[in-house]
């Protein structure tokens, strides 16, 4: 009610022509001021002449407004850029009276007239003093009348360099809300004591609790992008107890048309404090790499096949396939295609486990490149289903590779993940299995095949993020499994530039691995998070400790027994050194699992374990076939050394 008061009465009264008015009504008093300057504060000087200078100087000071168009900015928001334009109008006033009277005296157009030029000279002086006052002092009584009818906001601005005054003048130019800015906190050593806009710059180690209550602060905004992530979450740490919002500008290219405008800064979330910098990639090899290329995506409408279309859909690709069998999700991405203006793109619902359509995909569109990133990936519900998770997995990453190498593919890429690193779960064997065929598939085909492993995508469907936030919104509590259970993290773009950075560089057979920093303790993540939505822990939000989910590892790894890395080009990026495997042998004993799946095996987990030595269930029902294949490899060893001796003896 009170904010369109505000807005009615100040666009009803405050519009230009009344500024115009306003400023005329200055310049004339001023003018006349100046007079009474000139002589000593009386009226000794020739009233009639005075008389006949108004509507000369009226006239002079209509064009000069007129020309530069200071009275057409908005007073309540008057800035640098209105006072110069003041003073512009201020200096025409003063040249085009001066060249007047100059005139005058050599023509005498008008007989016996003149203005002293000490006039002219403090007229200029007291108009723009005048002019630039009443604007100022306009957006001060304004600011204070809606400081008392308005709530307002207390906030304190973390840092004081570019972006930080740029927010200070998003906030104060907010119609909308009212903002009080109580402070800079920076850092800098040279900045300490001073002041912008009247506002003190103070340091990191005075912001605490005390100064915080004192204040009655609400909110705390982040405008610099250089501070590291575990000062936020000290600070978040430090503040737990008060009720106060924690904010952050975000990155200047994500600014509307270059301009930070309040509505754009919003709260952290917890991708923003993975405890390291975030992963960039700027290679200029990408644009040669994808040009004029025919690129097959399949899990399209996924995380990351949806994050690779959109990241490729950049590039001058000739075509993007996109494959996945989700209708709905799929239909989303076509759309969001359309609406960013790309048309270089084809949408197929199909099942990579259909050898025959994938087949005629291949047929049609001749893809020169193939991501493929469809697979089951939710640790428990495989467990449940371990038929599906090879057909899909195995089996359908087996019929795309093999389509790919028939079809002469230059390169094809596959995302695989950390789980099928020294697997505990049936969905981490199926992925290692596929890492294994398409390793053999490489020694036969002119197809460049590369794996690229990763850990937990944020955001991605599955990911314990949406699931908490979920929590969150619900009122709690959070289920966690185990309080020691720690996980790597990255963002989804970060994970796609490094699928499309890894597949540029690679030559074929590589395993790359991405260094993702430090692992996350979930315990921890949840913690910050409960504290982020401006709740306490326990008090609010409790969590839950549930226990290990089936198949589940307490620590995820990135590199399986045996393996080491080999560096690249990019720091983020390395290449696992694998044990050698006996190629023939694993591609025969994969293809006949997957024969083998059709028929609904209930021992196919053991042939799984048979054909992974590092493939150990963890929280499982099929830890019982651990101890079996034990003993059967001890038997078949035995007999394989009994054959070779009866051998030797023959």
Known sequence: MIKNYFAYYSQKYASKWLVFAIDIAIVLLTFFFAYLVRFNFTLDFDLNQFLVQIPLLTAIATFS???????????RHTGFTDVVNVFKAVVLIALFSVTFVLINRSTS???NFTIPLSIIVMHSLFSFVALSGCRLLFKITYKHLKCKLMSTKNIIIYGAGDTGIITYNALINNT???????????????????????????????LDQDYIQFNNVDEIIVASQKIDSKEIIALVDSLIELNVEIKKVPPIEKWINGELNSSQIKQFQIE?????????????????????ETILVTGAAGSIGSELVKQLSAYAVKNLILVDQAESALYDVQQELKRNGRNNFTAIVADIRDGLRIDTIFQNHKPTMVFHAAAYKHVPLMEQSPYEAIKINVNGTKLLADTASRYNVKKFVF???DKAVNPTSVMGATKRMAEMYISCLQKESKTKFITTRFGNVLGSNGSVIPLFKKQIENGGPLTLTHEEITRYFMTIPEASQLVLEAGTMGKGGEIFIFDMGESVKIYDLAKNMIKLSGLRFPEDIDIKITGLRPGEKLYEELLANGENTLSTYHKKILISKTRELDYAKIKSEIEDLCITNRFQNNNIVLKMKSLIPEYKSNNSDYEKFDKRVQIYKKVK????NKSNKSFMNF
């Open 637 to 640: 060893s035995a007999s394989e």
């Open 415 to 417: 995302v695989s993940t």
């Open 272 to 292: 923003d404090l993975l405890g390291r910098p975030p992963i960039r990639i700027d290679n200029p090899n990408l644009l040669n790499e994808f040009n004029g």
């Open 65 to 75: 407004f007129l020309a530069v168009g200071s009275f057409k900015s908005v007073i």
């Open 109 to 111: 157009l008008i007989p």
């Open 176 to 206: 909308r809300s009212n903002y009080n800015v109580l402070c800079f906190v920076d850092d800098n050593k040279k900045k300490q004591g001073k002041v912008i806009n009247g506002i003190p710059i103070i340091t990191i180690d005075k």
